[in-house]
């Protein structure tokens, strides 16, 4: 053998060693200790589970602190609207206090002057029986005496008027005397009853002060709990906001990995573009769309709900490329449960076009088969992994980025 054809041998078998070894780069990273893309791809899955709990907790948390906000705000204002309450209590208190101390100043005046007026009438009743008994003690007591006593008739008359006239004038001062006491004891029973009416009224104002003190004393208490309990919430909102970003940090890098392997295996052959085969044929429904859903983003089509059940169709090949990844072990498989990714070549814009198919109920390929688009059954549809129902959830990926396969005119519903 000559050494010229020893030196293309090697250069053959260099080649072909290569070629091998750059084949496996879509099933792991470059280095040795990274995770596998069935790894990683379930660390994605788990992450973004993670991520969708978080975001429904911290939607739910948001409500109730704003809830909870607008509960301390209201307890807030009742405690102000209580505590204004309280001095409407303690100005009514005053007032009425005032008021009993005006009666009583008003009371004690009208019992003095009683005491005056008794004391008066006392005095006068006391000269009138003196001046009684002297009458009887002089004989000058009854009318016959008087006339025994009058050098005249005429001089009995003027005495006789002068008698009367001094009895009238006693019982007048007697009767004024009786008239003014029983004015100023009635004046005196009207401030007694005006005392007892403002003493009631204070009692109330007092009653109703101490009810609203035991108020104030019971929303401050509540005030204080639902403050503790709005804290916890802000604190345990802004937990899980970090939680949050971190979860969605890791789900970055990890869909950066998964993208890098994607992008890293050698694809063969070009995409020549068109529209691909519809990947279930039996079935041409669509359950779930490409976009946002539940907080994160649906990166395919579901294919399911029609009116020929999904669960065990045939699962073709969306176009014709090379199986480089194949779950058919674990039926979690990271929530994609039994799932194939395929390669189709690169487009005319240089674009490495793959397909993913999840969820399966059977996988029939192997990394490295060939595959026919429309013809080569690759699986039947399934509900492994994360469902709630069985159906295909079908992807295209643009230099292993997802895209929405009907806006991107992969796939037409007819």
């Known amino acids: ?28 990273p470059m280095n040795a ?24 907790t911290i939607s739910e948390q948001e409500r109730s602190l704003t809830n909870q906000q607008a509960y301390v705000n209201a307890l807030d204002k009742k405690i102000d609207n209580t505590i204004a309450q309280i001095n409407t209590y303690d100005a009514r208190i005053d007032k009425l206090e005032a008021e009993i101390s005006a009666l009583n100043g008003e009371i004690k005046q009208k019992q003095t002057e009683i005491s005056e007026k008794e004391t008066s009438i006392a005095d006068r009743f006391e000269a009138l029986r003196a001046r009684l008994r002297a009458i009887s003690k002089t004989g000058n007591f009854s009318t016959l005496q008087m006339i025994m006593n009058t050098d005249s008739y005429t001089d009995y008359l003027i005495k006789s008027e002068m008698m009367k006239r001094v009895a009238k004038r006693d019982k007048k001062l007697m ?11 009635t004046q005196k029973d009207k401030l007694e009853i005006n005392k007892s009416g403002v003493s009631k009224k204070l009692s109330e104002a007092a009653t109703l002060k101490k009810q609203a003190n035991a108020k104030k004393s019971e929303l401050e208490v509540d005030y204080s709990k639902r403050n503790v309990q709005l804290n916890n ?38 995409y020549g573009g068109g ?18 859903r539940w907080g994160r983003l649906h990166k395919g089509i579901d294919i399911a709900n029609g009116s020929v059940p999904v669960y065990g169709q045939n699962i073709v090949a969306a176009h014709s490329g090379t199986v480089i990844y194949s779950n058919y072990t674990s039926v979690w498989g990271g929530g994609y449960g039994y799932h194939i990714i395929i390669d189709h070549g690169v487009d005319g814009k240089g674009r ?63």
Not at 33 to 56: G, P, V, Y
Not at 244 to 251: F, G, H, L, M, Y
Not at 278 to 291: D, E, H, K, T
């Open 33 to 56: 200790s990274a995770k596998s893309l069935e790894q990683l791809q379930a660390d994605s899955e788990r992450l973004q589970k993670e991520a969708s709990a978080l975001n429904r």
């Open 1 to 28: 053998m000559s050494f010229k054809s020893i030196k293309s041998r090697a250069a053959a078998l260099i080649v072909a060693v290569t070629l091998v070894g750059l084949y496996p780069v879509a099933l792991a």
């Open 233 to 270: 919430t802000k604190n345990s909102l802004n937990t899980n906001k970090q939680r949050r970003r971190a979860t969605q940090k890791e789900i970055d890098e990890l869909e950066a990995q998964i993208r890098q392997i994607i992008n890293q295996n050698v694809s063969v052959g070009k």
């Open 352 to 414: 490495k076009i793959s397909t993913l198919y999840a969820h399966c109920s059977k996988v029939f390929v192997r990394v490295g088969d060939k595959v026919v688009g429309g013809k080569t059954v690759i699986a039947k549809a399934g509900s492994t992994g994360d469902v709630t129902g069985p159906h295909l959830h079908f992807e295209v990926r643009e230099n292993g980025v997802a895209v929405d396969p009907l806006a991107k005119g992969y796939l037409k519903v007819n």
């Open 275 to 292: 529209t691909m085969y519809w990947p279930v044929p039996a079935v041409r429904n669509i359950s779930s769309f490409y976009g946002k």
């Open 175 to 185: 009767d004024d005397l009786e008239s003014e006491i029983e004015a100023i004891n």
